[in-house]
Antibody
């Protein structure tokens, strides 16, 4: 079975750093795009970042650009999110997520998109 | 960036009712749209991708339609276990923005 297990969350002061990890199992991790998605308490989902299977392409939401870095170690089946200069508004549950690949008849090509598996999430609280 | 707007933000319907949630993109995204269900206290679950393709294992009362800028998630006969928040997400290009969500309750 596909499993994604996040770790590294906790309480951090504004301006501080935190590194999240995601341990993947049950699938060929090195063959999938992966994402981080967060959810502030009582709020909706916010896509944060994603990374291509070989690490050569990555994207971020504007609010974290220059502060967050996404990386992966395919040999360890692990995804990471390095968060620096944390702000109160970064307080959220952070989910590690696998991106699905499918053949799109509309474009007659393969497409990476949508998240088909989610971890249980790890809570990051930014507060003094 | 393309904005995703869902409506309504919440709704209350009776068991057996047909429920429709809409998602509008500020620019065309072809069919690169997914729908998710998040039950209270649970992790989100993929319902539909490519605007209308039902994810494996999802009940057939759920369906999606649309292309371009206007999309719809329909629950053909609302069940008590469908109480949840529903989100659309675009993935044609980064950022893969979510809609703000629609909360569905039983009347």
């Amino acid at each position: 079975d596909v499993q994604l297990v996040e770790s590294g969350g906790g309480l951090v002061q504004p301006g501080g750093p935190l590194r999240l990890s995601c341990a993947a199992s049950g699938f060929a991790f090195g063959s999938y795009w992966m994402s981080w998605v967060r959810q502030a308490p009582g709020k909706g989902l916010e896509w944060v970042a994603n990374m291509k299977e070989d690490g050569t392409e990555k994207h971020f939401v504007d609010s974290v650009k220059g502060r967050f870095t996404i990386s992966r170690d395919n040999a360890k089946n692990s995804l990471y999110l390095q968060m620096n200069s944390l702000r109160d508004e970064d307080t959220a549950v952070y989910y590690c997520a696998r991106v699905t690949y499918y053949f799109d008849s509309y474009s007659s090509s393969g497409v990476w998109g949508a998240v088909d598996f989610w971890g249980q999430g790890t809570l990051v609280t930014v507060s003094s | 960036d393309i904005q995703m707007t869902q409506s309504p933000s919440s709704l209350s319907a009776s068991v057996g009712d047909r429920v429709t949630i809409t998602c509008r993109a500020s620019q065309g995204i072809n069919n690169y749209l997914a729908w998710y269900q998040q039950k209270p206290g649970k992790v989100p679950k993929l319902l539909i991708y490519a605007a209308s393709t039902l994810q494996s294992g999802v009940p057939s009362r759920f369906s999606g339609s649309g292309s371009g800028t206007d999309f719809t998630l329909t629950i053909s006969s609302l069940q008590p276990e469908d109480v949840a928040a529903y989100y659309c997400q675009k993935y044609n290009s980064a950022p893969w923005t979510f809609g703000q969500g629609t909360k569905v309750e039983i009347k």
